[in-house]
């Protein structure tokens, strides 16, 4: 059985994540998102799904862009 890079637990049935190169393994989408998904830059909420982006800092949403001064958004895909 693999272990969680983020809990810990011994589970059957892990799954496997390549990401940026490296190999990561998980037993929940939950530990995953933990582990790989980006922070907004401004709240510093888990951007779960799309986001906007700027000079290669994303945002949760384009108010907390604004409020960092940011004009001129692009969804983050």
Same mark, same amino acid.
């Given at each position: ?12 049935n892990?799954?496997? @994540?390549?990401?940026?190169g490296? #190999? !990561?393994?998980?037993?929940? &989408?939950?530990?995953a998102?933990? *582990?790989?998904a980006?922070?907004?830059?401004s709240?510093?909420?888990t @951007?779960?799904g799309?986001?906007? #982006? !700027?000079d290669?800092?994303? &945002?949760c949403c384009?108010?907390? *862009? ?11 895909n």
């Amino acid at each position: 059985m693999a272990i969680c890079e983020v809990c810990g637990n011994s589970y059957a049935n892990t799954f496997t @994540v390549f990401f940026e190169g490296r #190999e !990561h393994v998980f037993d929940a &989408f939950e530990c995953a998102i933990h *582990a790989l998904a980006p922070r907004c830059q401004s709240c510093r909420c888990t @951007v779960i799904g799309h986001g906007v #982006e !700027h000079d290669g800092r994303i &945002f949760c949403c384009a108010f907390c *862009a604004r409020k960092a001064g940011v004009d001129g958004l692009v969804d983050h895909n």
